[in-house]
């Protein structure tokens, strides 16, 4: 009897520990490629329980190697403890708060070129890198919510250097920001600024800014903050640039700006402010002969930036607003198996992040005779449960995209529902949204295998869409069956099957898809192409 307790209680325990949770901090990363493929979404992020190696029980899962030309991009997890694993989730160890850097390598294949998409938390700051050149071609800060467009067909590794610097308390920040180009490059330059009542004249690296080198040589776009520090006459700058400020802040205070073109002849300064910011760009001679009011969104252009290289931008704030929810929509992933939630808020205040609620446990839908479709809280209670956190953009003065992808739910019917939490502890509920999941599939399909070509096994998925007698076959180039893969009756649902060809040859070979539907009704058969390169 006690050793049946001991074998329980390990059972249990491993239940308990091997269940997938929620990492302490996700950021979320998202590729788009060209000619309308689908976007890839990654996360990366920080959990005290995470390791260098695969850590299934954060949702890390290893993935095949990345085909040939097409679209495709992962994370290799570090060298050489993990023999190059890649993943779309790589979370590191890091105990909240935590400061310190964190570098992911992203290895992507895209036909043309690819974006990625990136919505760093406060506190947490980033810069892209290429790696066949270590920064040379590509080296991109990154903060906030914004896009890297890689146009080079010949960069195909990124390293992505998150910096972290989270202070035991959460800073309260007022956030908007310009854009700088030159007409001159396809991405210009996204500069940040606002308030904060922890922020100086220095550099404040747990508000993101970080030192930048001095001025590139001419012939090379750049813009950039100077720092106020000695009245703007010290050698300190930064993409971004907090002030200091007790919120709300009614007041006046000013950035400079500085920036050279890439052998252009202009440079552009763009803003879209809200209601409660606004400003004038002044040049640093007496401010008469540039003096451009900034309010709304609009833009100015320096038409000789090599004799005006520096303005002075100065900013008006009249308060700022609590959050404001002004979307709240959920979708269902089919191929992922999972539904997405997705929010904007117009302005925030003192926003610590958002809980999501669900409802404890999916009902099914009515499948067979005498079955029953229950209803939401029948026989199980209306209580709601807590399946994750996002964080927060503290208090930003512009729209801010959140998105949470439930990855635990089956056929049935769900709700959800936000709980906004401030600094303070006080929060507010959001509206209740209703999904209806049905992952039953609607047709016969056979997937084309993955990967393919392929060395030395790949995987075939498949879907019925009622109980069916099924068969796949595998021939060689001359029509005759090498191996039988699946001979039976299988009920409806998505199904995969590996076939490993380390026995065979390099070549082409097919698959053949054969079902009959257990009430004779519905026959399908199809043929799919397999390549096999050793």
């Avoid at 325990?13 to 990363?29: F, N, R």
């Avoid at 929060?427 to 997937?447: D, R």
């Avoid at 069956?481 to 040859?505: C, F, H, M, P, R």
Wanted: proline share 8%; charged share 15%; aromatic share 14%.
């Amino acid at each position: 009897m006690k050793y049946l307790i001991l074998v329980l209680s390990l059972v249990f325990s491993c239940y308990s520990y091997c269940q997938t949770q929620i990492p302490d901090l996700i950021i979320p990363i998202k590729f788009t490629f060209q000619l309308g493929a689908p976007p890839l979404y990654m996360q990366v992020g920080l959990d005290s329980t995470a390791t260098d190696c695969l850590d299934p029980h954060l949702g890390e899962q290893e993935l095949p190697p990345i085909p040939p030309p097409g679209w495709e991009a992962a994370i290799k997890l570090p060298y050489p403890q993990c023999q190059g694993i890649l993943v779309h989730k790589d979370f590191r160890f890091g105990e909240q708060p935590y400061t310190g850097s964190r570098t992911h390598l992203f290895l992507f294949r895209a036909d043309l070129g690819v974006t990625i998409h990136w919505d760093l938390p406060n506190g947490v700051t980033g810069l892209l890198q290429d790696v066949l050149t270590g920064g040379g071609v590509i080296n991109y800060p990154i903060a906030g919510q914004d896009s890297f467009y890689v146009q080079y067909p010949f960069i195909d590794k990124l390293n992505l250097i998150i910096y972290y610097s989270n202070p035991p308390e959460p800073p309260v920040q007022v956030l908007s920001h310009i854009t700088v180009t030159d007409g001159q490059i396809l991405i210009p330059r996204k500069l940040y600024f606002g308030l904060d009542s922890t922020a100086t004249d220095s550099i404040d690296t747990h508000l993101g800014e970080s030192a930048l080198p001095p001025f590139p040589p001419p012939g090379a776009f750049e813009a950039r903050y100077i720092l106020p520090e000695n009245n703007f006459s010290g050698s300190l700058s930064s993409y971004s640039d907090f002030r200091y400020a007790d919120l709300p802040f009614t007041g006046q205070k000013e950035w400079r700006l500085a920036y050279q073109t890439e052998y252009g002849n202009t440079i552009t300064i763009i803003w879209n402010f809200p209601p409660f910011i606004t400003g004038v760009l002044k040049d640093l001679i007496n401010g008469t002969i540039i003096n451009v009011s900034m309010a709304d969104s609009g833009s100015y252009t320096v038409s000789n930036p090599y004799v005006y290289n520096q303005l002075r931008m100065i900013i008006d704030f009249d308060n700022a607003v609590p959050v404001e929810l002004i979307s709240f929509t959920a979708s269902v992933l089919q191929n992922e198996k999972a539904v997405q939630l997705n929010w904007v808020t117009a302005t925030e205040i003192n926003n610590s992040g958002f809980e999501i609620h669900r409802k404890p446990h999916p009902h099914p839908f009515s499948e067979g005779e005498g079955s029953k479709a229950l209803s939401f809280g029948e026989g199980l209670g209306e209580a709601w449960e807590t399946i994750g956190f996002v964080p927060g953009f503290g208090t930003t003065t512009e729209p801010k995209s959140y998105s949470f992808v439930d990855e635990n739910v089956t056929t049935g019917n769900y709700k959800y529902r936000l709980k906004q939490i401030d600094f303070d502890g006080s929060f507010t509920y959001s509206n209740e949204l209703e999904v209806q999941v049905n992952f039953t599939p609607k047709e016969f399909v056979i997937y084309q295998n993955y990967p393919n070509p392929f060395n030395p096994s790949t995987t075939i998925k498949y879907s019925l869409p009622v109980e069916s007698m099924v068969r796949i076959n595998i021939y060689n180039a001359l029509g005759e069956v090498i191996e039988d893969l699946v001979s039976k009756v299988q009920g409806s649902g998505n199904y995969e099957v590996t076939w490993n060809a380390q026995n065979y040859s390099s070549g082409i070979y097919y698959y053949s898809f054969e079902v009959n539907s257990a009430d004779g009704s519905q026959f399908h058969r199809e043929m799919k192409k397999i390549v096999y390169l050793k």
